[in-house]
């Protein structure tokens, strides 16, 4: 549900709410307005202008779960706010500071958070238009930024951060994730799904210590400014487990990497996957094994997500963007091409 769709009967409720809320947060606060922000598929974002408080406090940030639906995995704000708090006090900030939240009565009364706002710029460079897209030097200099970025999330020690009861998610359990999702997909989009399972369970590598992964990590979920990134942003599937995960994701939104979103002749200017790899290693101090099967497994995952997303907009009746419409019939071919990965 987007942030768009939010009725006034919401609005209204989440103004006596968050009222109630941000005056334990910040005594004599009161709230001057809710207005929706463009959100994504897993909740409602808004911005809350706030009175009462110190200049740079307002507005805030509200991150809803949607209404009428249990507030479960990535529709679980609750579990992103935990999260979010957990992996402060770095040399960096990683993502932005939750200020209050509210546990709600699901599922007509949603849960909420209330995040500071960040500034910063969104974009992700090989899917945007020429005049959206920053020069090709800063492109490249935030890319090596979110490497940094990257390095000191997957050094956070899961049990340290207060994340020790996380259950680690194996890479077989990966694997079976998308699988599910590959076999409530249409034949058309779901392509050979169950044979690039078999090949992506026949190769799997020993699996490295599990970290905290953000799970769609790449500039098009962090804030931007000038060469540097000022926060990570949506944490809706967020995780415990082999942070090759999510240097793989990295390394498929880049130049070379053909991903079957981007637009026909574009040249974003970002480092080629294996600067990004060499980078992290750097960063990180040791070499990286088996990164391949990773990028296979980046594939199917990637295959499986949109497939989703593209059900559920026909399911609704919505449009989908160029960019998802350039990939529904690629889908397939990225199924072949983790197979092909695996198989040597």
Same mark, same amino acid.
């Given at each position: 549900?987007?942030?768009?769709?939010?009725?006034?009967?919401?609005?209204? !409720?989440?103004?006596?709410?968050?009222? !109630?809320?941000?005056?334990?947060?910040?005594?004599?606060?009161?709230?001057?307005?809710?207005?929706?922000?463009?959100?994504?598929?897993?909740?409602?974002?808004?911005?809350?202008?706030?009175?009462?408080?110190?200049?740079?406090?307002?507005?805030?940030?509200?991150?809803?779960?949607?209404?009428?639906?249990?507030?479960?995995?990535?529709?679980?704000?609750?579990?992103?706010?935990?999260?979010?708090?957990?992996?402060?006090?770095?040399?960096?900030?990683?993502?932005?500071?939750?200020?209050?939240?509210?546990?709600?009565?699901?599922?007509?009364?949603?849960?909420?958070? %209330?995040?500071?706002?960040?500034?910063?710029?969104?974009?992700?460079?090989?899917?945007?238009?020429?005049?959206?897209?920053?020069?090709?030097?800063?492109?490249?200099?935030?890319?090596?930024?979110?490497?940094?970025?990257?390095?000191?999330?997957?050094?956070?020690? /899961?049990?340290?951060?207060?994340? #020790?009861?996380?259950?680690?998610?194996?890479?077989?359990?990966?694997?079976? @994730?998308?699988?599910?999702?590959?076999?409530?997909?249409? @034949?058309?989009?779901?392509?050979?799904?169950?044979? %690039?399972?078999?090949?992506?369970?026949?190769?799997?590598?020993?699996?490295?210590? /599990?970290?905290?992964?953000?799970?769609?990590?790449?500039?098009?979920?962090?804030?931007?400014? #000038?060469?540097?990134?000022?926060?990570?942003?949506?944490?809706?599937?967020?995780?415990?487990?082999? /942070?090759?995960?999510?240097?793989?994701?990295?390394?498929?939104?880049?130049?070379?990497?053909?991903?079957?979103?981007?637009?026909?002749?574009?040249?974003? #200017?970002?480092?080629?996957?294996?600067?990004?790899?060499?980078?992290?290693?750097?960063?990180? #101090? @040791?070499?990286?094994?088996?990164?391949?099967?990773?990028?296979?497994?980046?594939?199917?995952?990637?295959?499986?997500?949109?497939?989703?997303?593209?059900?559920?907009?026909?399911?609704?009746?919505?449009?989908?963007?160029?960019?998802?419409?350039?990939?529904?019939?690629?889908?397939?071919?990225?199924?072949?091409?983790?197979?092909?990965?695996?198989?040597?």
């Amino acid at each position: 549900m987007a942030a768009s769709q939010a009725d006034e009967r919401l609005l209204a !409720q989440l103004r006596d709410r968050v009222g !109630q809320r941000v005056t334990n947060w910040r005594p004599g606060a009161h709230v001057l307005g809710v207005s929706p922000l463009t959100g994504g598929t897993s909740s409602l974002t808004f911005l809350v202008e706030l009175a009462g408080v110190a200049a740079g406090k307002t507005p805030v940030v509200l991150k809803v779960a949607p209404p009428g639906l249990a507030p479960v995995r990535n529709r679980d704000v609750l579990r992103q706010a935990r999260l979010q708090k957990a992996v402060q006090g770095g040399r960096r900030p990683l993502a932005p500071d939750v200020l209050f939240s509210d546990r709600g009565d699901p599922p007509d009364v949603p849960p909420f958070m %209330a995040m500071n706002l960040v500034p910063g710029e969104c974009v992700e460079p090989v899917l945007s238009d020429d005049a959206g897209r920053p020069a090709p030097a800063q492109v490249r200099a935030r890319f090596f930024d979110a490497v940094q970025v990257l390095a000191q999330l997957h050094a956070i020690v /899961p049990a340290e951060a207060g994340l #020790g009861d996380e259950p680690a998610v194996g890479l077989a359990d990966e694997v079976d @994730r998308w699988t599910r999702a590959f076999a409530t997909l249409p @034949r058309d989009m779901a392509g050979d799904y169950e044979r %690039a399972a078999k090949a992506l369970r026949a190769n799997m590598p020993a699996a490295l210590p /599990p970290a905290v992964n953000h799970g769609d990590f790449r500039l098009g979920n962090t804030l931007c400014e #000038g060469d540097r990134i000022n926060a990570v942003i949506d944490w809706e599937i967020w995780s415990v487990g082999d /942070p090759r995960i999510d240097l793989a994701w990295l390394t498929f939104f880049t130049d070379d990497a053909g991903h079957p979103a981007v637009a026909p002749g574009t040249v974003a #200017g970002t480092p080629a996957g294996r600067e990004i790899v060499r980078a992290y290693e750097d960063a990180l #101090g @040791r070499p990286v094994p088996e990164l391949g099967w990773f990028d296979a497994l980046t594939r199917y995952k990637e295959a499986g997500i949109t497939g989703l997303l593209l059900k559920r907009a026909m399911k609704l009746g919505r449009p989908v963007k160029e960019s998802m419409a350039r990939m529904q019939p690629e889908l397939p071919r990225l199924v072949q091409e983790a197979i092909r990965i695996v198989s040597g």
